[in-house]
């Protein structure tokens, strides 16, 4: 049998020079092998590409690969010609028109093994139309988080893959990220189109990485002690920040200090922020201080810190953000600055969600044609940002008012009443913007929490964990959560409901408290006291 587990170490070794798997990698290639749609979630470095790439050389046809990582495309397929494991070829907007006909020509005829594809590609008609014609065995979404609108790096241009694997005529699909929390792993599903899925979850504990946080009243205390302690710290380091202003300032700072520092942020010109990266990969930058726009792709083993100096949105963030740090297997730290104000500008960012109104105005728009429609066409008759343009389009075709075709564009779907589909449709987004205010306030209980910060965040992913670490601040002064109360009928892992709130799963037992992820409202900290007297809670 193709997927059992002698032969993929086998090819494993023999192909790509692997002595051994890592936890997690041969089960989701026996799993791809066996034809089932696979998300595969586990930390950078954790080698999630040679789990689609042995696979890939063990079926019989071409695998798609689709990337927003341009340079990283071009890395794998070096790599892959190095280690003799079939053509690789790339189709994005760095390679010429022609070279990207021969590349689809050579998938069409069985030539390669891999097609590398940034997204965007899926919008030129040739592109869809070769694509169309080949035979592929699998389709492999990279960081598959950039689908999801409650991820922490939405991507409009991912909201056309599930299309495009029907394209493809549903070949089996890979979906891989570094993080995701359970909502985030739901809607990459259901976006993608993923049946039967397999969701493999692994490896996200990093325990060369130290945590710790630090709380400060006044703004001012908490930028002076960040500079003091870059200063000393060990580089080189990513500093994140809120704003590009804030990166800019933090900058000029640490420079003044005598600390050889760069800002990097999306208002800064393409060729400065490629200066700014390829000076940090060199070693010529000791620190990058960045917004969010810095970072995926960036596969530096040696950074020693990575430093918040304002809370991410997130946890999710924050891990996608550390797990920079210490990929070479050495110490590193990460410290979250944290000043309780700070939270406000996060839920004034989580605020804006999608009127019923707005919604209704897009179907409207699109209404107004049979024919389908250009997304920038939309965009210039309905006064909405290309962002929310697309998640209104997403949540419209969700709940079946309009259909998103592989290309990007956009048809209406008979037969749909729109004032209806428009309110089922706001609906759907309340509940999204409930649940991403509400894994702010889990932000906010990592950041003050006197318990094994590890500990707090593994379960936050799904993943549990017995403390004390002994790697972070809390565990180092002797802090550690209480013992689960041996009345609770609550384990983690567990499927209740709340008469109010609804279904839900317990995350995290912590002493006399439950933490509970409900499907409708997001994460909510209960007192498992006022849960046992007055009747909260119910399994499912």
């Not at 989701?28 to 089932?36: C, I, T």
């Not at 927003?68 to 390679?95: H, K, T």
């Not at 609770?488 to 995350?507: I, Q």
Request: aromatic fraction near 6%; glycine fraction near 10%.
């Amino acid at each position: 049998m193709p997927g059992e587990l002698g032969g993929i170490e086998r090819v494993a070794r023999e192909r790509f020079g692997f002595e051994s798997l890592r936890a997690g990698q041969a089960e989701a290639v026996r799993s791809l092998l066996d034809g089932r749609d696979t998300l595969v979630v586990m930390p950078t470095g954790s080698g999630k590409s040679a789990i689609y790439q042995i696979a890939a050389v063990m079926l019989a046809e071409p695998t798609v690969v689709v990337s927003p990582l341009i340079a990283l495309q071009r890395d794998q397929a070096a790599a892959l010609d190095e280690v003799d494991a079939g053509a690789a070829a790339e189709a994005n907007s760095l390679v010429g028109a022609a070279q990207r006909r021969e590349a689809l020509e050579d998938l069409r005829e069985g030539d390669l093994e891999f097609l590398f594809l940034a997204p965007e590609q899926f919008a030129n008609p040739a592109t869809l139309e070769g694509l169309a014609s080949s035979a592929t065995s699998l389709f492999v979404v990279d960081e598959a988080h950039c689908v999801s609108a409650w991820g922490h790096d939405f991507r409009p241009d991912y909201l056309r893959l599930g299309s495009i694997a029907e394209l493809l005529g549903h070949p089996t699909i890979a979906a891989l990220t570094a993080t995701a929390s359970p909502p985030v792993r739901a809607e990459i599903v259901e976006l993608l189109g993923m049946r039967n899925p397999n969701v493999i979850v692994r490896g996200f504990d990093r325990p060369n990485i130290s945590l710790a946080g630090r709380s400060f009243h006044r703004a001012r205390d908490k930028t002076d002690a960040l500079v003091e302690g870059v200063a000393e710290a060990q580089p080189p380091g990513i500093v994140y920040t809120a704003t590009r202003r804030g990166a800019d300032e933090l900058a000029a700072r640490l420079r003044g200090e005598g600390v050889e520092a760069r800002s990097y942020h999306a208002g800064l010109r393409a060729g400065e922020r490629t200066a700014v990266q390829e000076a940090f990969m060199d070693d010529a930058v000791a620190v990058v201080v960045a917004t969010v726009a810095f970072g995926m792709g960036i596969d530096k083993p040696n950074v020693r810190f990575v430093w918040h100096h304002d809370v991410p949105d997130s946890l999710d963030s924050l891990y996608q953000e550390i797990g920079r740090a210490g990929r070479d297997g050495e110490p590193a730290e990460a410290v979250l600055f944290y000043r309780a104000e700070d939270l406000g500008l996060r839920r004034f960012f989580a605020g804006g969600g999608l009127e019923a109104g707005e919604l209704r105005a897009v179907l409207d728009e699109v209404k107004t044609r049979p024919e389908p429609r250009e997304p920038e066409a939309l965009g210039r008759r309905v006064p909405l940002s290309r962002t929310k343009l697309a998640s209104a389009l997403a949540l419209l075709d969700r709940v079946g008012a309009v259909e998103v075709l592989p290309g990007g564009a956009v048809q209406p779907r008979p037969g749909v009443e729109a004032g209806d589909a428009a309110e089922r449709a706001a609906e759907a987004d309340a509940v999204h913007r409930r649940v991403d205010r509400s894994r702010i306030e889990m932000m906010r209980a990592y950041a003050e929490t006197g318990d094994c910060r590890r500990e707090f965040l593994l379960n936050y992913f799904g993943e549990p964990f017995e403390p004390p670490c002994g790697n972070c601040d809390n565990c180092a002064r002797g802090a550690s959560r209480g013992e689960p109360d041996a009345g609770s009928p609550w384990r983690e892992g567990a499927r209740v409901a709340h008469r109010s709130w609804g279904e839900g799963l317990v995350m995290r037992v912590d002493g006399d408290k439950v933490v509970v992820l409900f499907d409708r409202v997001g994460y909510k900290i209960l007192s498992l006291e006022a849960v046992r007297d007055r009747g909260l809670l119910r399994s499912a």
